[in-house]
């Protein structure tokens, strides 16, 4: 027997399928016994009636075939085609004429035979068959299909068959896009660097990915079926958890910054962004992505401490304070005292010492400020040497208290010999009438005139240091600045300086290296010739030694003086290039007494000259490196008196 097949177009609705199927086969049903009644009964009345009812039956039919999605074929014993409805005709792209009468083959081929013959082999045996199998057109295409066949039998004989034709080419594209999407789903998921968890509308954890394992130290196995917030939400976070899930579940997307709690109990920071699943308006779970915001929240919170903070005393900064000071203006916390607190001597510091001196300094300072203030004040370092600091609820009396405790603390420290010494001023504010800016200026006023008593102190008794610590890197040095401060003192007298201008020039001749603190102390004893770096540090001596002394007040004058005292008589000198009378006189009278017992005293790099050859250089370099006029008198008086 032949194979008589029916079709089914794409885009079926399964219900509607089952429906017509269900009426195609009650239809025919219906036939068998319309046609048996006909075959035994021989009263005209039933005749005509059976015959109306078989027209109905038969428009029924027909509105079945032309109204269905499927493709239908109707064949009659022989295999031959007696119906075919349009969606079978558009299936398979015939004209009705082309159909009626031909034998199944020649109209509808199989790719495969064997499988076509299986299909027709079991509805000759009067059994419906079903499968998904290719057929061709009338172009020879190939289209998808889903074929069902059933015989249809009256009594014992097969009569007929039925073929019904669905095309399924757009559902097997679909099927194979959702796989596709699936694959990309389950790649996305696997390997997604973030956590991924996806949960039920019960808030069950359905399943999470590699990278949910690594971030909360949890297996798959462990978390399937069990309550997430249960699993990953420490105690005090359990009620904003419980929110968040809740408001997922609404349909509300969700994202956030907040703490989880891994597997260990310990706390990671993370970023949550919590999604519903929602399916024809149903909401049936959700997923969460975390990702681990730890190193950046550590930044963040690096950064801000930065931002807020004096990167070398680890005190508030001045951005820190501006900001705080305006906070304080709103609160009206009273009394309030503003504590403006300024380091004597740090210039001075750094210009003899080097920065990392000064540096060293202000971090003291910071810690004298912390010991010496309460746990409730703010302090800040502004900038430079000057610090401030906010005492909130304290009065004048509390403030002049704790300030003396900090200049007592202050006292007690020193950097390698160098005095500590804060000059403090403060200012309360008492009621909301006052403004905090004035509050501000009238304690920083308050600073600068203590400021005026205690630094000129302080500096004296750095210059005193200063010299110690000269001297104790280079014990030639101190030999040697007081052989010059004599000598000078002597050439002073020589050309007649009243004894004020020679006490000053002792005090020149004893202070006219100090700037050679700043250079270190394998350059200064070298033993062998200095490089070209090494010269120029020591030629930078004349101008430390200037910026040192210019500090204190009454040795500005001096510090002229020794700022000049390497210049020459011809303006091939140094830093300036000086020359004759341009030279102070001071300068010119160092400059011997330095050369002489430069030349007649022993150094790292040669043995003492003789008196007489000292005085032939002298000589030889009057009016060119030296006053001609003084080289003279400090022979012929100085010398040889």
Not at 31 to 54: A, D
Not at 190 to 197: K, R, V, Y
Not at 249 to 266: L, N, P
Not at 327 to 348: C, E, H, Q, S, Y
Request: charged share 30%; hydrophobic share 40%.
């Amino acid at each position: 027997m032949k194979y008589i097949e029916i079709c089914h177009t794409a885009g079926y609705n399964k219900l509607g399928r089952c429906l017509n199927m269900e009426f195609v086969l009650l239809t025919i049903i219906f036939l068998i016994l319309i046609i048996y009644q006909i075959k035994f009964t021989k009263n005209k009345n039933i005749l005509i009636n059976i015959n109306e009812e078989l027209n109905i039956q038969k428009a029924y039919l027909k509105q079945l075939l032309d109204n269905s999605d499927d493709g239908i074929l109707i064949l009659d014993n022989k295999d031959r085609i007696i119906e075919a409805n349009e969606a079978f005709e558009k299936i398979f792209l015939y004209e009705k004429e082309d159909i009626i009468g031909s034998l199944i083959n020649d109209i509808v081929a199989s790719s495969d035979m064997k499988d076509a013959c299986e299909i027709s082999n079991k509805v000759i045996r009067g059994l419906s068959s079903q499968t998904e199998t290719k057929r061709k057109r009338k172009d020879s295409t190939l289209v998808d299909v889903k074929v069902i066949g059933f015989p249809v039998i009256l009594e014992t004989n097969q009569v007929g068959m039925f073929y019904i034709y669905k095309d399924i080419s757009k559902e097997k594209v679909w099927k194979k896009e959702l796989k596709i999407h699936r694959l990309y789903f389950k790649e996305l998921f696997e390997n997604s660097p973030d956590a991924i968890c996806i949960i039920s509308s019960e808030d069950r954890i359905i399943d999470v990915n590699i990278a949910f394992e690594k971030l909360f130290g949890f297996s798959r196995e462990e978390l399937l079926d069990s309550l997430l917030n249960e699993r990953i939400v420490q105690t005090s976070l359990f009620e904003e958890a419980s929110r968040i899930s809740e408001d997922a579940m609404k349909g509300i997307v969700i994202g956030f910054e907040t703490k989880r709690m891994k597997k260990d109990k310990s706390i990671v920071d993370v970023s949550i962004l919590a999604y519903p699943l929602i399916l024809e308006n149903l909401q049936i779970g959700g997923f969460g992505i975390y990702k681990d915001i730890t190193e950046r929240k550590e930044f963040d919170r690096r950064l801000k401490y930065i931002s807020y903070h004096d990167q070398l005393t680890g005190l508030y900064n001045r951005r820190f304070f501006e900001e705080e000071i305006i906070r304080l203006d709103t609160i009206k916390g009273f009394p309030l005292t503003i504590v403006m607190a300024d380091v004597n001597g740090l210039k001075l510091i750094n210009d003899s010492f080097g920065h990392s001196k000064g540096d060293e300094l202000l971090k003291e300072i910071a810690g004298i400020l912390e010991k010496g203030c309460r746990e409730q004040d703010v302090i800040a370092r502004l900038g430079g040497d000057e610090f401030v600091i906010i005492m909130p609820k304290t009065d004048s009396n509390q403030a002049e208290q704790i300030c003396h405790g900090i200049n007592t603390i202050a006292l007690k420290e020193s950097i390698d010999l160098i005095d500590i010494s804060i000059s403090i001023g403060w200012e309360t504010m008492s009621s909301g009438e006052e403004k905090i800016q004035e509050v501000i200026k009238k304690a920083e006023e308050h600073m600068y005139k203590k400021k005026l008593f205690e630094s000129p102190s302080m500096r004296g008794k750095t210059i005193n240091t200063i010299m110690s610590t000269l001297h104790e890197k280079n014990k030639r040095e101190e030999q040697h600045s007081h052989r010059v401060s004599y000598l000078c003192q002597s050439i002073g007298k020589a050309i007649g300086l009243s004894e004020e201008e020679i006490k000053e020039l002792k005090t020149v001749g004893l202070l006219h290296d100090i700037g050679k603190i700043a250079i270190d102390e394998s350059v200064l004893n070298k033993p062998g010739k200095l490089t070209e770096d090494e010269w120029n540090l020591i030629k930078s001596h004349p101008e430390v030694g200037y910026r040192i002394l210019s500090t204190v007040n009454h040795m500005s004058e001096m510090a002229e003086f020794v700022l000049a005292h390497h210049e020459r008589w011809d303006g091939k000198g140094y830093p300036k290039g000086l020359e004759k009378e341009q030279i102070p006189l001071q300068s010119r009278i160092i400059a011997i007494a330095d050369a002489y017992d430069a030349m007649t005293s022993e150094r790292s790099y040669r043995s003492a000259l003789s008196e007489e050859t000292a005085i032939e250089e002298l000589m030889k370099n009057s009016g060119s490196q030296f006053d001609p006029e003084l080289v003279i008198t400090f022979i012929e008086k100085v010398l040889y008196l």
